[in-house]
């Protein structure tokens, strides 16, 4: 059995790259090149209903071979409230739930129970507000609706829209564990981690960081960020 699988977050930016042109095929590219096994992707449709998706199932199939968890809500889009998850074929959905987050903007997160080659996984991607007060009521809602009994076994990752390396994270200080993935956005010259994965206690990170490529620094304003975990 596997002893590692790869995670990844990637805000895609509506496949809109610094170059200011719109090409899926360029973001289904950088998705293969992480090599995950489990991507959470951020801004994956247009903003305005029916919020049509900007990547195609079929071409992050091709690129990656993986698929979408079905959690979008009509037949347009990928995601819900922009988020969406893909997963590799070797992994079983047992169930997914829409989670609403409080704040002034409409947010939202998707959860997905699943079943890996390294045990149970309860995977979360998630979008958080602009506002720091309304990041830390939506980190509660996540972990209130994580709950206890799947916290160990749970990952949250995602654009955290957090600029501050110390604070503004403080609901996950207890019970997880948030990696150094290290600077993430503007992708041209990255400053900022505003993407981050959290780690319950019964998962470890043999290895995270960023995804900085020729092709990744031209494809969104974002860079993917990743982590090789591992059951503790």
Request: net charge positive; charged share 20%.
């Amino acid at each position: 059995m596997p002893d590692q699988l790869r995670i990844a977050s990637y805000n895609v930016h509506k496949a809109v790259g610094v170059d200011y042109r719109r090409s899926p095929e360029r973001i289904a590219r950088v998705i293969a090149s992480l090599k995950a096994d489990i991507v959470a992707l951020q801004e994956v449709d247009r903003r305005l209903a029916p919020r049509p998706a900007v990547l195609s199932a079929a071409s992050i199939l091709r690129e990656s071979g993986l698929v979408p968890v079905e959690v979008a809500t009509n037949d347009v889009s990928l995601g819900w409230h922009g988020n969406a998850l893909l997963v590799r074929d070797t992994i079983a959905v047992r169930a997914v739930e829409r989670l609403l987050l409080p704040g002034l903007e409409p947010r939202g997160a998707v959860l997905a129970d699943l079943e890996t080659p390294i045990g149970p996984l309860t995977v979360v991607g998630a979008h958080l507000g602009l506002l720091r007060k309304y990041r830390r009521q939506q980190l509660m809602q996540i972990a209130s609706d994580i709950g206890p009994e799947r916290q160990a076994r749970a990952v949250i990752l995602g654009d955290f829209n957090e600029w501050r390396r110390k604070f503004g994270l403080e609901p996950l200080w207890e019970g997880y564990h948030i990696l150094k993935t290290g600077p993430s956005f503007h992708s041209v010259a990255p400053s900022a981690a505003l993407d981050r994965i959290a780690l319950g206690q019964a998962l470890q990170a043999s290895d995270s960081g960023t995804l900085r490529t020729a092709l990744s620094k031209l494809a969104s304003d974002h860079l993917p960020i990743y982590a090789d975990i591992t059951s503790v």
